[in-house]
């Protein structure tokens, strides 16, 4: 069974920094697109970033130039380095993992994690 642990949340002031981190486990770590998304109060769920396995990376939009997707395989972590925040980041991160290779698609994750809480204040 797969599992997905996040930290790292908090709050923040407008234009601060956190890092939010998804400890993983339960299979062949390598061979699963590893991804985050957030939802914001009231909105739907969105991909923020993901980043496969062929090491292909990418990110929403909304976040490109501020936050930065990394893993570590030999700590089974992923990460989510988040500078420059903005009030419009407030909301649940999740942290998903999928067996499919993503490349440029956004899939729909099979496994997520239970989220945390991220709150910038103005």
């Known amino acids: 069974q797969v599992q997905l642990v996040e930290s790292g949340g908090g709050s923040v002031q407008a234009g601060g920094s956190l890092r939010l981190s998804c400890e993983v486990s339960?299979?062949?770590?390598?061979?699963?697109?590893l991804a985050w998304f957030r939802q914001a109060p009231g909105k739907e769920r969105e991909g923020v970033a993901a980043?496969?396995?062929?090491?292909?990376?990418k990110y929403a939009v909304s976040v490109k130039g501020r936050f930065t997707i990394s893993k570590d395989n030999a700590k089974n972590t992923l990460y989510l380095q988040m500078n420059s925040l903005k009030p419009e980041d407030t909301g649940m991160y999740y942290c998903?993992?999928?067996?499919?290779?993503?490349?440029?698609?956004?899939?729909?994750?099979?496994?997520w994690g239970q989220g945390t809480r991220v709150t910038v204040s103005s």
């Open positions: 998903a993992a999928d067996p499919r290779s993503w490349g440029a698609t956004w899939f729909v994750p099979t496994y």
């Open positions: 980043i496969d396995t062929a090491a292909y990376i």
């Open positions: 339960g299979y062949t770590y390598s061979g699963y697109t």
